[in-house]
């Protein structure tokens, strides 16, 4: 059973960058069968998807965001991480890491969240 | 703007059966499968349905998934109050080349 934890800051001020880690733990990232993803949720709204990464280090990305997007991964610590750059208020959201079926895009575990903040 | 649409909310008393559809186009629902999420308040997302219409190891039979075309359907048979939560669906889309989900659907058991 896979488990993510998501780490970084909770607050980030506007124009700067936000940056958070998913650790991976009960099985290995670099695995065919999964990628690895970003899923955001604004207070009170809906889910948006920023993109993907494999172990491999190949992307999908969000289209609308993926200006300001950056995924990454470490095999060697069982970690892959999201940057988004240049952050306004509109970036505040609970940002979920989460592991994704190579086949179906199903996203098969969630980490518990994490909420960041956009403010000055 | 979500890309799939689904209802913003839906209700049912106890024991009620539920179906919250989601519309989507040929680029995703079309030519992909459907995934279906419940989120309880307070909590992740949790996967419920995928690949249309299969259950997760632990998923009651209570819920199913159904794709028709360019639509797909998630339906609650036999309503709990522990079914009250946000669903949602989501698919790959061709043409965007990622993931797209719905707006989202409340569940309300009255």
């Known amino acids: 059973q896979l488990q993510l934890q998501e780490s970084g800051p909770g607050l980030v001020k506007p124009s700067e960058t936000l940056s958070l880690t998913c650790t991976v733990s009960g099985g290995s990232i670099s695995s065919d069968s999964y990628y690895w993803g970003w899923i955001r949720q604004p207070p009170g709204k809906g889910l948006e998807w920023f993109g993907g990464i494999y172990y491999s280090g190949s992307t999908y990305y969000n289209p609308s965001l993926s200006t300001r997007v950056t995924l990454s991964i470490d095999t060697s610590k069982n970690q892959f991480s999201l940057n988004v750059r240049s952050v306004t208020a509109a970036d505040t959201a609970v940002y979920y890491c989460?592991?994704?079926?190579?086949?179906?895009?199903?996203?098969?575990?969630w980490g518990q969240g994490s909420l960041v903040i956009v403010s000055s | 703007q979500s890309v799939l649409t689904q209802p913003p909310s839906a209700s049912g008393t106890p024991g009620q059966r539920v179906t919250i559809s989601c519309s989507g186009s040929?680029?995703?629902?079309?030519?992909?499968?459907v995934n279906w999420y419940q989120q309880l308040p307070g909590t992740a997302p949790k996967l419920l349905i995928f690949?249309?219409?299969q259950r997760p190891s632990g998923v009651p039979d209570r819920f199913s998934g159904s794709k028709s075309g360019t639509s797909a359907s998630l339906a609650i048979s036999g309503l709990q109050s522990e079914d009250e939560a946000d669903y949602y669906c989501a698919s790959w889309d061709d043409s965007l080349n990622g993931v797209v989900f719905g707006g989202g659907t409340k569940v309300t058991v009255l």
């Open positions: 989460a592991s994704l079926s190579s086949y179906g895009h199903s996203v098969d575990y």
């Open positions: 040929s680029p995703n629902i079309g030519r992909n499968p």
């Open positions: 690949s249309n219409n």
